[in-house]
């Protein structure tokens, strides 16, 4: 079972993209690049709907936004001291499957690539996540396996502040590291730091 869900409550404000996810996931469906999608308004009601899919789950994708170190549904943020609220999707992931946040910057500075690591080793599972604003290009994708560390410098992606304390990252673009585009259905499989 490979499922999607995504940020439905952006409707009237924050880039209004909830639309665009849901006319992407009706895509990515029927390239037969997912199973299932739904959208949320919440991490409750998204975790809720992935454990009470029928199979193993192999492949989750979230699209919404985020910032360094979490990933958001409506404001509401999941990261480093939310973790374990991800506890019921443990026994319902397939061996080696993919959990991945395709939102702006979630694995950028000191906080996203301590969430990348803990991440991975928390659910058993590959996760992948970005270090820059996304759109159609989504730059600075990076993946790891449990037990691995990763190999990205903390400051890719990053535009101003610090990787302690960031302000702005950059946008991606074609030129930038790991570049894939919206329409890109995999992670390749050489950006999976080694454990």
Do not use: N
Not at 163 to 169: G, L, M, T
């Amino acid at each position: 079972m490979r499922a999607l869900i995504y940020d439905r409550t952006c409707v009237h404000d924050r880039g209004r993209l909830s639309p665009i996810w849901a006319m992407g996931a009706r895509l990515y469906q029927r390239l037969g690049r997912i199973d299932q999608a739904r959208g949320v308004a919440s991490w409750r009601e998204a975790i809720e709907w992935l454990v009470d899919l029928p199979e193993p789950i192999t492949e989750i994708q979230y699209w919404g936004h985020g910032k360094w170190g979490c990933a958001l549904i409506d404001r509401e943020e999941l990261g480093l001291s939310s973790l374990e609220r991800l506890a019921p999707l443990r026994t319902r992931l397939a061996p080696d499957a993919l959990v991945w946040f395709r939102t702006c910057e979630t694995f950028g500075t000191r906080r996203g690539i301590e969430l990348a690591e803990r991440l991975a080793d928390y659910l058993g599972a590959r996760v992948a996540g970005h270090t820059f604003v996304i759109g159609f290009h989504q730059s600075g994708l990076h993946g790891l396996r449990p037990g691995g560390r990763a190999d990205w410098p903390a400051d890719e992606g990053l535009a101003a502040g610090t990787i302690d304390a960031p302000e702005r990252a950059k946008s991606s673009r074609p030129w930038a590291p790991r570049t894939i585009t919206c329409l890109t259905g995999e992670v390749p499989a050489a950006w999976f730091a080694t454990p």
